[in-house]
């Protein structure tokens, strides 16, 4: 390895070089059950044939002009993208922090139409929503921000999963304009809140007039059992945010509007200069469409409670296990102490697999998982654990 990269990362001692599926195969052409997705990106695998076919052709055909001129393949995703999750109107960035971005932006917006000049949005603890300055002070991990002071005004905290909260915050500030909140925390540990929680807040913010915004950045596009973990709870928020999975790998974001938010940006106040062109508005298409006729959500759902009444059989009564949940094929197994060794372990044993909140072993993969794959994976995690734990 040269020493030419910025060391933000320290990644693992492997090199892929090819994958098909759910596998993948190093320099040395070892195997490995991929059980991360690339962090919740590759929902449909690597190498999908059709995702394939829809780069290599739309590259040959036009890859960029810039939003100076209209584009197809970007008005067509929208229209697909707001049928499947009944908002109105797309915005295409680059990334999930980009998609924040905007969403932040909007709700201020909204707020200054208001007459409010301090516009403030309520975050949560143990969030995540991306590493630019606003994204990361709305981040709720010191750890994320430290270093960076001064940070962005006009965001106040908020104990995730707690209604009460909120309710209080809505008592004593003038300033809240939204609601900036994933549906189930994902790098906080996979924490699923109470089952009306969303409601819950779909019902302040219609009270108070604020914009309920989700950040479904690794929750959407069919993970959790639905297109989107919303749909979930039979609500409409008016703000969405969309990254990872929506591109497959190409790098493509979305922030969503509904109803009054649809219409709060104009022509000159929000922008990028790729955002949404040709090659990955057609790939991002291709994607949902190809999770549209597997029925990828029907899919999670099913494949999702088989591997966690897997896990619950395997590893119920081991010692230092504390808890399995997941909603869909968002997974995690939390044991008692910290066990960040064991992505190292797993890799060793031709597995990938993510430990995050320190204690949570987080599993994210491909939706196209099929129930012998699920038996390895079940098996192969089962036995890393059991190992680890009874040393
Ligand atoms: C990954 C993630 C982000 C940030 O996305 P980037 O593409 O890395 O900027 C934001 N929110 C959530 C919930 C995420 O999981």
Redesign the pocket.
Do not use: C, L, M, V
């Given at each position: 390895m040269t020493d030419t990269l910025m060391h933000t990362y320290s990644p693992q001692a492997v090199t892929f070089e090819k994958g098909e599926g759910i596998l993948l195969w190093d320099e040395n052409g070892k195997q490995y059950l991929d059980a991360l997705s690339g962090?919740?990106v590759c929902g449909l695998g690597h190498a999908h044939p059709a995702i394939s076919e829809a780069i290599a052709d739309q590259a040959k055909t036009l890859i960029h002009t810039s939003n100076l001129y209209q584009i197809k393949h970007q008005q067509e995703l929208a229209d697909r993208l707001c049928e499947v999750s009944g908002m109105d109107k797309v915005f295409f960035s680059n990334?999930?922090?980009?998609?924040?971005e905007a969403a932040i932006k909007l709700a201020r917006l909204y707020g200054h139409q208001k007459n409010i000049d301090s516009p403030e949005i309520i975050v949560m603890e143990g969030?995540?929503?991306?590493?630019t300055l606003a994204?990361l002070t709305a981040t709720g991990n010191r750890k994320v921000q430290a270093g960076f002071e001064p940070l962005v005004q006009g965001f106040v905290r908020a104990p995730y999963n707690d209604i009460e909260a909120i309710r209080n915050i809505a008592q004593n500030s003038q300033n809240i304009v939204a609601i900036l909140v994933?549906p189930v925390l994902?790098?906080g540990g996979i924490q699923i809140p109470d089952t009306d929680y969303l409601n819950g807040i779909r019902e302040i913010c219609n009270e108070n007039d604020w914009l309920m915004m989700l950040?479904?950045?690794?929750?959407g596009m069919c993970r959790s059992g639905q297109w989107f973990a919303f749909q979930h709870n039979n609500i409409q928020p008016d703000v969405m945010?969309l990254?990872?999975a929506l591109g497959n790998g190409v790098?493509i974001?979305a922030c969503l509007a509904h109803g009054k938010a649809a219409d709060v940006f104009q022509p000159g106040m929000h922008g990028s200069t790729y955002g949404g062109n040709p090659l990955v508005c057609r790939v991002a298409k291709t994607v949902i469409d190809t999770l549209d006729n597997s029925n990828a959500a029907e899919h999670a759902k099913t494949l999702g409670t088989y591997i966690l009444n897997g896990f619950n059989t395997a590893l119920k009564d081991v010692n230092g296990v504390n808890d399995i949940r997941g909603m869909g094929l968002l997974l995690a197994i939390e044991l008692d102490n910290p066990c960040v060794e064991l992505v190292s372990i797993a890799l060793e044993k031709g597995l990938l697999i993510n430990v995050t909140a320190e204690r949570v072993i987080r599993l994210l993969p491909p939706l196209i998982m099929n129930e012998q794959q699920a038996d390895q994976l079940i098996n192969m995690v089962s036995e890393i654990v059991r190992s680890f734990l009874s040393k």
């Open positions: 962090i919740a990334s999930g922090a980009e998609a924040n969030s995540f929503h991306g590493r994204t994933e994902g790098e950040d479904e950045i690794q929750t945010t990254a990872k790098p974001g």
